[in-house]
């Protein structure tokens, strides 16, 4: 089953490979996507390993209360693609970007390269972070659904996911994506429903959970209202913001054929995280519910983190043969995620800083060739982050090293992208600000506020997203409103007015050839 799934994928990268003649084609694949691939590559790269086994594990730790992901991710999700994505569309075909540091710099009509450098610096900087989390992830999946060595199920993913990148860049990606996602969608959708089904006392599960935990049914969490639950909550809520301007989710509207497969897309891409999400969730529930009893931790029986309850379920509800299928699906949210980071990061260091502000005459093709060997060289510095993290940090859980990385990407990007979408008044010097207070608070939520006394733990239940994405927000409106900028603010109105006519017209030529037929 495994070496069939590689095999697909290899094929894919094959084909993309075929089609990728410029730089261009390599980093948004022509704007070719139609809305199914779009969709579902944006989603699955949005999910990647934290889905099927950190959030499946915190499902099993925390309960009833994990739903509120769900929710969270559902309206980022929903603001991502109903409000924000048609003006991004529009806005960047007008710009011609093709990358969302492109966007930035036409928008800001910037006259130095300092939102590039910075743009691109920090980029580079949580996406290593990010892949060696899904790197990381690799090597557990593979310890523990086959036994294999950690380090070796690490090298196996890392050599599979780096070579069809390199070779069909952006759309291998894209592709890989849409048959991952699927393959997620189907395996989260069977497991639960079939483990229920073949439970004989199914209809007990509430009261089975009450008596082992009663937290475990409140959806507040253990212990029912208080601050500190409520802080849990809302840190797992906001962990949708990340869908709200992330770059590797946000190319995806750049590399869509029109705006009309937006519209179509943004129902699959819903749908698509209600059922996975939901679905995650369950599985963790029922796997506490079969696996521990009453005064047993999960820990002790589903690993750090709870992280093994995938697995366990796999085992206890299917024959051996399918555990290969379950094994190609976690490695599916691990792949799209980090072939879309990899082609991200590989060609904002391309593009946007050696293309645009070093050799400025550098070719279409050679800059595809450069792009690839510097895909070559994240991917193993990714892979030398993970294995250093594994040796240091032992008891890491998949969930938060991932949502570490999420996290930055996300306040160090969104705030600067929904204000550069929604607001005429901001500025570049704002944008500039708001991406460095996001990625410094990142850190120093993580590493500073979260070890202090009193207030620590409540920063430890929220993460490090919340007050990250909001100081970058407020930074990104005080210095806007500081240093205003009247011809920007203006030359934007112009642009704006600029796509909503040209929307308009379109429209009216549509209507006007329909009625003449």
């Known amino acids: 089953m495994i070496v069939i799934y590689v095999g697909i994928l290899m094929c894919l990268g094959y084909i993309a490979s075929k089609r990728v003649k410029s730089m261009k084609d390599f980093v948004i694949g022509g704007k070719s996507l139609g809305f199914l691939v779009a969709a579902f590559s944006a989603q699955a790269t949005g999910e990647s390993a934290w889905l099927l086994l950190g959030l499946t594990g915190m499902g099993a730790m925390l309960g009833f209360s994990t739903y509120w992901v769900v929710v969270g991710e559902l309206l980022g999700v929903g603001v991502a693609w109903f409000l924000m994505a048609n003006r991004f569309k529009r806005l960047t075909d007008k710009y011609d970007s093709i990358t969302v540091i492109d966007y930035m710099v036409n928008r800001f009509r910037s006259k130095t390269n300092v939102l590039r450098i910075v743009s691109a610096i920090v980029l580079t900087v949580f996406v290593l972070i990010y892949i060696s989390a899904q790197i990381d992830a690799t090597g557990s999946a593979f310890e523990t659904f086959l036994n294999w060595d950690y380090h070796v199920g690490a090298v196996v993913g890392f050599f599979v996911v780096a070579t069809y990148c390199i070779a069909g860049g952006f759309l291998a990606a894209a592709w890989t994506d849409m048959f991952q996602g699927a393959m997620m969608l189907i395996c989260l959708l069977l497991l639960p429903a079939v483990a229920y089904l073949s439970l004989s006392n199914s209809g007990s599960i509430y009261a089975g959970l009450s008596a082992i935990e009663p937290g475990l049914v409140n959806m507040w969490g253990a212990g029912g209202f208080s601050l500190m639950n409520m802080s849990v909550v809302i840190g797992m809520m906001l962990i949708g913001l990340g869908f709200m301007g992330s770059p590797q989710v946000f190319v995806r509207f750049i590399a869509i054929r029109s705006e009309q497969q937006i519209n179509r897309g943004k129902w699959v891409a819903m749908l698509f995280t209600l059922l996975v999400d939901f679905s995650a969730v369950s599985i963790g529930v029922l796997g506490r519910y079969i696996f521990t009893t009453q005064g047993v931790e999960a820990e002790t029986v589903l690993g750090n983190g709870a992280q093994n309850v995938l697995s366990e379920l796999v085992s206890y509800t299917f024959p051996p043969l399918l555990v290969g299928l379950y094994v190609a699906a976690v490695l599916s949210a691990i ?20 293309e645009k502000i070093i050799n400025p005459d550098l070719s279409d093709s050679h800059a ?33 090293f991932v949502i570490f990385g999420w996290a930055g990407i996300a306040a160090t990007f969104c705030p600067m992208i929904i204000l550069s979408l929604f607001w005429p008044r901001f500025t570049e010097r704002a944008a500039i600000a708001a991406m460095i207070t996001g990625f410094s608070m990142t850190l120093i939520s993580k590493f500073v506020l979260q070890s202090m ?29 500081m240093w205003p900028d009247k011809q920007l603010e203006a030359q ?8 909503g006519h040209a929307k308009d017209e379109g429209v009216q030529v549509a209507v006007e050839s329909v009625a003449s037929n």
């Open 335 to 354: 792949m799209s995620t980090v072939s879309s980071l990899l082609v991200m990061a590989a060609s904002s260091i391309t593009h946007d800083l050696y």
């Open 368 to 400: 595809a060739r450069l792009c690839r060997r510097i895909t070559i060289v994240l991917a193993a510095a990714s892979l030398g982050l993970a294995i250093l993290v594994s040796i240091l940090s032992p008891d890491r859980t998949i969930f938060w």
């Open 453 to 481: 006394d009193g207030i620590g733990p409540y920063f430890t239940a929220l993460e490090t997203m919340p007050p990250s994405f909001l100081s970058a927000l407020l930074v990104g409106y005080v210095v806007s409103i």
């Open 492 to 499: 934007y109105r112009a642009d704006l007015a600029s796509i």
